[in-house]
């Protein structure tokens, strides 16, 4: 056995330097044991104590190796004292073989075993117990040190050497040692049986060395047959010398294999007479894993709330063979039977609609199976007692409250049962474990109807909204898109439904993209999704979808199509035109009308006065600045009525500004205004037309220029959030009237005494038409502030249209 068992272990690892030392500690062992055994069972006494000296020698020089490079490896003793603790066993072993130097002789004397030793018998006894003593030491500082399953795997090897050893080095050292006599030498390998028990243990229960021993079935069964045989080898050797007396050798062998054969026979004829005989009386035998196995699979499979139902109530009658089973869940107003079932045709198992009001008050606190047998042997409260009294009318026999987060979501009555046992701790236990798992999947087959639920009211919502709704998970799979969507983006469910949102039009694919990589909610004012003849103007809003962790697990876009109120706002914007011209027309008149009268006087005089040269000279100039002036209101009011048909786009809004400053740089420079831009280093993206955004900063400029007095300055701003981009324009003029500040953008009014009142005007129509706010203030400290804000746009977005 121990050279099996070293064998086994060089053999899992046979380069591994530690399972190679317990080879070599298991083969010491093995050697000694096999001289011990040569003393006792042949003549050759010298050569058999000659062998047992020397495999003794190779022990605690072995042991001292392996439990120093057993892990965790220690530092002491030193390598060189480990080192030179083996090679004295090896001169000791050299020795014991080959000189009397350690042993002279073994003889038999009085039916007893002596030995005579020599010289260096003394230094071998101290060598020994000096080497194990270091080695046991060694062990026990790597124990203390271990934690877990180290600490019991060194624990087991502790223990086994420390048995072994010293038992060993009693018997077979120390007393012959001390009396000269060498008595009890064969109970010495007996003591090594303990360190291959326990060593065995460790490596089958805790891996020891990281080994892995694997007993097969079949020799859990030899084991199991001779162990149950022991009873009848007891009777048969305590009977053994009458019986030989009395029987001839065939009849003792026969005797012998009729009572083997009937101590087998005995346990499968009982058990299957008592499984005939339980039947027969209503008395099932349940395999209680099987059954908690199969409850469990089938709890775990389904989430419809009928069909746990059906699988809450089934194991629990076949296993108690009860008399009826009823499974109540709370409901608003008490405990309601959802699923039941009385097995006997005359039972008095009574199955009601609702649990008794003293049932469900006992419920609400109830957490553990109540026996109303065991209720009634009990010293009663009133409540008690009415709670007992109805539990008897109805015969429910037990009440197995269905717990999910410590709170009754129902209960599994249950009848006596038919065989009349009581129900006993393990039934009680096999009970309540199907009842915690049937509570979970009560209570997942509620949420999940929930769910469901919840999931139908969404999808007829989503269904019916004029909006499109698409949403994707967190890899970007589209998981739901409604028929507006479909409508919108010219896709079908079928065809875009669990593939990569790629498929859909770009703006929209790369902002359910963003949401999900960035868990931030985006609004995009304006995005054109192709159509297959003209594009669809939507407003587009995306957000994150959210775990109860708050990981973010998808998003969602919900987009509206702007081709209505685009339509209602040109609608609005011709309806503003012709309310403006049936405000201004008279003005418009009177400033056409003024030029007219210059002009008509002067034309009048010509056949009076044609003769005169400084006539001729006034009416020729005079004439000329008239028409250039109606000239310039009819271009200004030209650029109020158009509208562009050129596609908004997205533009830096820095551009024209740059723009616009560019253009009048010479006229700030000629009257030594200072102009500073500070727009930011970074893109700030708007929706709309390059030109008219460059004109509206060229009006404004215009108008700073035209109110800044020289040596001073005009200063354009850019500043952004997350929601717009607000430009500003600031000058260091003498500002805006305050009673005048809300008329500035009316046509025709103007502050100067020359100014023809439509320059801001035409600013406010240009910021209108690109749902941008223009606002007029005075500085603090002098000057005018003009504030743009145009709806701001993601520069991810805009550069990935690019």
């Known amino acids: 056995m121990l050279v099996s068992l070293s064998v086994f272990v060089w053999r899992a690892r046979p380069k591994t330097s530690l399972h190679r030392l317990f080879t070599l500690q298991g083969l010491s062992l093995s050697v000694w044991t096999l001289g011990i055994a040569g003393l006792y069972n042949t003549n050759h006494y010298n050569l058999s104590g000659s062998l047992a000296f020397a495999g003794a020698s190779l022990i605690p020089g072995t042991i001292l190796m392996f439990v120093h490079h057993y892990p965790p ?34 003889t038999w004397k009085r039916g007893e075993l002596s030995r005579t030793t020599g010289l260096l018998y003394f230094v071998f006894a101290v060598y020994f117990l000096a080497a194990w003593i270091e080695g046991a030491i060694v062990i026990h500082l790597k124990w203390r040190l271990a934690r877990g399953l180290e600490r019991l795997q060194i624990q087991h090897l502790m223990l086994g050497t420390t048995i072994a050893i010293s038992g060993g080095a009693a018997t077979n050292l120390l007393f012959p040692l001390f009396t000269g006599r060498s008595t009890y030498a064969y109970l010495g390998p007996y003591f090594s049986l303990i360190w291959l028990a326990v060593i065995a243990h460790a490596i089958i229960r805790h891996r020891l060395m990281d080994l892995r021993l694997v007993i097969h079935r079949g020799l859990t069964f030899t084991i199991a047959i001779l162990i149950s045989l ?82 809450v109530a089934r194991p629990v009658a076949e296993s108690m063979q009860a008399e009826g089973t009823g499974v109540y869940l709370q409901s608003e107003d008490g405990f309601a039977l959802a699923i039941g079932e009385s097995h006997r045709a005359k039972a008095t198992f009574v199955l009601l609609e609702r649990v008794p009001e003293v049932i469900g008050a006992a419920l609400r606190t109830l957490k553990e199976p109540l026996v109303t047998d065991e209720l009634g042997r009990e010293a009663l409260t009133d409540d008690q007692r009415r709670l007992y009294d109805v539990l008897i009318a109805h015969d429910w026999a037990l009440l197995l409250p269905l717990l999910s987060e410590d709170a009754a979501l129902g209960v599994v009555v249950v009848g006596p049962k038919l065989s009349g046992d009581p129900f006993f701790p393990h039934d009680l236990d096999l009970l309540m474990t199907l009842a915690n798992q049937a509570g979970i999947a ?14 139908e009211y969404v999808r007829n919502i989503v269904a019916t909204i004029q909006s499109g709704v698409v949403a994707v998970d967190a890899a970007g799979r589209v998981t739901m898109i409604n028929p507006a969507a479909e409508r919108l983006t010219g896709l079908s469910a079928a065809q875009i439904h669990g593939v990569a949102p790629t498929s859909l039009p770009d703006p929209l694919a790369s902002a359910l993209l963003r949401t999900v990589r960035d868990g931030a909610a985006s609004t995009e004012p304006e995005i054109t999704l192709p159509g297959p003849t003209t594009g669809h103007p939507v407003m587009c809003t995306t957000s994150p979808l959210h775990d109860a962790a708050g990981a973010v697990v998808g998003a969602v876009a919900v987009f509206s199509d702007l081709t209505p109120l685009k339509q209602l706002e040109n609608e609005r914007r011709r309806a503003e035109r012709l309310a403006y011209f049936e405000m201004f ?60 048909d050129r596609l908004p786009q997205r533009l830096d809004i820095r551009a024209p500004v740059i723009d616009a400053a560019e253009f009048l740089q010479a ?78 953008f009316e046509p025709f009014f103007s502050t100067r005494q020359r100014g023809s009142g439509l320059g801001l005007t035409i600013c406010a129509t240009i910021a209108a038409s690109h749902r941008a706010k223009l606002r007029a203030a005075n500085r603090h400290g002098g000057g005018a502030v003009f504030t743009v804000e145009f709806p701001a746009v993601a520069v991810a977005e805009a550069s990935a249209r690019k």
């Open 667 to 744: 006229g700030f420079d000629e009257k030594r205004i200072g102009l500073v831009l500070d727009l930011g280093d970074e893109p700030r993206f708007v929706i709309g037309d390059h030109g008219e955004i460059e004109q509206l900063f060229i009006n404004l400029l215009i108008n700073g220029l035209e109110a800044t007095p020289p040596e001073g300055s005009v200063v354009i701003t850019v500043l952004a959030t997350d929601a717009q981009v607000a430009v500003t324009v600031t000058d260091t003029g003498p500002g805006i009237p305050a009673e005048s500040l809300e008329q500035v």
């Open 585 to 644: 027309a008279p003005s418009i008149a009177h400033e056409i009308k003024n030029p007219l009268v210059a002009i008509k006087t002067f034309a009048q005089l010509v056949p009076r006065r044609h003769h005169e040269p400084r006539f001729l000279e006034d009416f020729s100039r005079i004439v000329t600045r008239e028409i250039a002036r109606i000239e310039r209101l009819l271009d200004r009011l030209h650029t109020m009525s158009r509208s562009t």
């Open 73 to 106: 490896e220690s530092h002491w003793p030193p390598p060189i004292i480990i080192k030179l603790t083996l090679l004295i066993g090896v001169v000791f072993s050299a020795l014991s073989l080959t000189s009397p130097w350690v042993i002279v002789e073994f």
């Open 442 to 455: 009560i209570k997942n087959a509620q949420l999940y109807t929930q769910v469901v639920l919840a999931n």
């Open 230 to 311: 022991a009873p009848v080898i007891a009777i048969l050797a305590l009977f053994w010398p009458r019986l030989s007396d009395h029987l001839t050798s065939d009849e003792l062998v026969g005797l012998l294999l009729g009572m083997i054969a009937v101590s087998l026979l005995i346990p499968p004829i009982r058990d299957i007479t008592g499984r005939l005989l339980d039947r027969y009386v209503y008395r099932t035998r349940t395999n209680y894993q099987r059954t908690v196995r199969e409850a469990s699979r089938a709890l775990t499979r389904v989430l419809d709330l009928k069909t746990v139902l059906s699988f």
